[in-house]
């Protein structure tokens, strides 16, 4: 009986050890820019896209269909970091030369510091893009940081000649293709560098491609045929109908006296057809990482008990609306792969339709992982969708764009006229194959999009008489979801 007591106390006081180990790791990775259309598995890829390692990953999990991280970098990453969409993050703003930005971490706390209070070690690697503070010692255990906002001189070099900071230390020049360099940073943290073993462990890995100049590796670099047609999207040169007045008069693309046609944006003077395939190739790298990544779970034990996302900060239309940008609320523009795997945990080789949001994965990594949200978050945990991906659901996404202003700041709509990229503040909803749009200016139009019948978001069913009773619909639960998550300018729509 004795030996029976002693074996049971040592059983309880081994249990919260042993529900730390079992805790899952978490491999986050972010790629930036990246479309869906440049993942071959997705149903907006054109046949030249291949994509095999991000492909097989996503037969290994649940992919994603309808994904929205955020509009623009910045707001993105600020969800990711604090489970929140733009308006609801205070303190964050944009101060000194582009990108230089800061907040205040008392006011604007990361929720990694919950995970880190629950024995998971936490780490972030590549690309930094809010507040000079980069939260090394306070958030991340161990960071390897490109932080664009500290260095603004060094913002551009998103391939080569990176201002790099080790561990809080100073920065350094580090030379070599950025995609390659923070792999290989990953790998050696997968495999134990900068991390007490035995911990259950939390990557986040910020890759700055596909971002511009849409740069490929050299290994990947022409591997497009030249001769390949890219088709022109349908609306490239308009007429646009029942789209807003500044979606009406864009035009990224020119036509020159060639024939062919020429982006106006960075990187100025490039032809569509090369540059279209010069971004699917600096692709290609990205693909690279993942397949190396698994790889290295695989080869160290660790893929079995680890929760894997793969995604993107938002998308980037190509001629689609006539933009070569980000920010506008087409999923042309915004739309980005999501992949879940998390082997035995969730099925394998399931595609979800159901919409979701960049502030839902955020309480659905602290589901699996078995750790109390520390306040209350904008998005909705994802692990029933997950576990049963197929299954009809009407979970929503709300999306905001409010520029460069944040938190309670957002309240002034006046600001929403322009900010120099000639996009207007917006909000969206999505649920099931709708989606409603309102731009934030005085007289502009409202747009009804069924996504399923209209991928290309070319007909606007606002203007319909058959479909008054779903955008009333929509709209009010737009209106009802701005009130839940408390956004500072509900009260003053247009």
């Not at 589901?367 to 945990?381: F, K, S």
């Amino acid at each position: 009986m004795k030996t029976l007591s002693i074996t049971l106390l040592a059983a309880f006081a081994l249990g919260p050890l042993l529900a730390q180990t079992e805790r899952p790791n978490i491999l986050y990775i972010y790629t930036d820019d990246q479309s869906d259309r440049t993942v071959s598995s997705y149903e907006r890829a054109g046949e030249w896209v291949e994509t095999p390692h991000i492909d097989r990953l996503a037969d290994r999990g649940v992919r994603f269909k309808n994904a929205y991280n955020g509009t623009w970098c910045m707001p993105a990453r600020a969800t990711f970091l604090t489970g929140k969409l733009q308006y609801g993050v205070e303190s964050m703003r944009m101060e000194g030369p582009y990108p230089q930005s800061v907040y205040d971490p008392e006011k604007t706390p990361f929720w990694m510091s919950a995970f880190k209070q629950a024995g998971y070690t936490t780490a972030h690697i590549g690309k930094w893009h809010t507040g000079v503070d980069a939260g090394y010692g306070r958030d991340w255990d161990y960071q390897i940081v490109w932080n664009r906002p500290k260095y603004p001189e060094n913002s551009g070099k998103y391939y080569d000649d990176q201002l790099i900071s080790f561990n809080g230390k100073p920065a350094q020049l580090v030379k070599g293709y950025s995609t390659n360099n923070y792999t290989k940073w990953a790998i050696d943290y997968l495999r134990g560098e900068g991390r007490e073993t035995g911990k259950p462990w939390l990557l986040w890995l910020c890759h700055a491609g596909s971002h511009g100049p849409f740069t490929p590796a050299p290994r990947h670099e022409g591997s497009l045929d030249p001769s390949l047609d890219i088709p022109y999207p349908q609306d490239f040169q308009g007429p646009r109908p029942g789209k807003p007045s500044y979606v009406k008069k864009r035009h990224a693309w020119k036509q020159a006296d060639d024939g062919k046609y020429y982006t106006q944006r960075p990187p100025k003077g490039g032809e569509f057809q090369e540059s279209s395939r010069r971004y699917q190739e600096t692709v290609m790298s990205l693909d690279d990482s993942v397949g190396a990544l698994v790889a290295t779970l695989e080869e160290t034990g660790q893929l079995e008990n680890t929760l894997i996302i793969f995604t993107s900060d938002q998308g980037f239309a190509w001629g689609q609306h006539g933009f070569q940008h980000k920010m506008a609320p087409y999923d042309a523009n915004i739309a980005c792969p999501l992949v879940i795997s998390f082997p035995g945990r969730i099925p394998e080789g399931l595609v979800s339709s159901t919409p979701v949001g960049g502030q839902d994965l955020v309480p659905t990594l602290f589901h699996y992982a078995g750790v109390d949200l520390p306040w209350e978050m904008h998005g909705r945990n994802l692990s029933d969708i997950l576990e049963n991906p197929t299954a009809e659901s009407d979970h929503p996404v709300l999306m905001a764009y409010t520029a460069r202003i944040y938190g309670s700041d957002t309240k002034d709509l006046r600001q929403s006229t322009d900010d120099g990229t000639n996009i207007p503040w917006w909000v969206s909803y999505r649920k099931r194959n709708f989606k409603f749009i309102k731009t934030l200016l005085p007289g502009e139009v409202e747009e009804l999009y069924d996504i399923d019948a209209d991928p290309e978001e070319l007909t606007n069913l606002a203007f319909y008489p058959e479909y008054q009773s779903i955008r009333s619909e929509m709209k009010r639960e737009l209106i009802a979801e701005l009130r839940r998550t408390r956004a500072p300018f509900v009260n003053d729509l247009p």
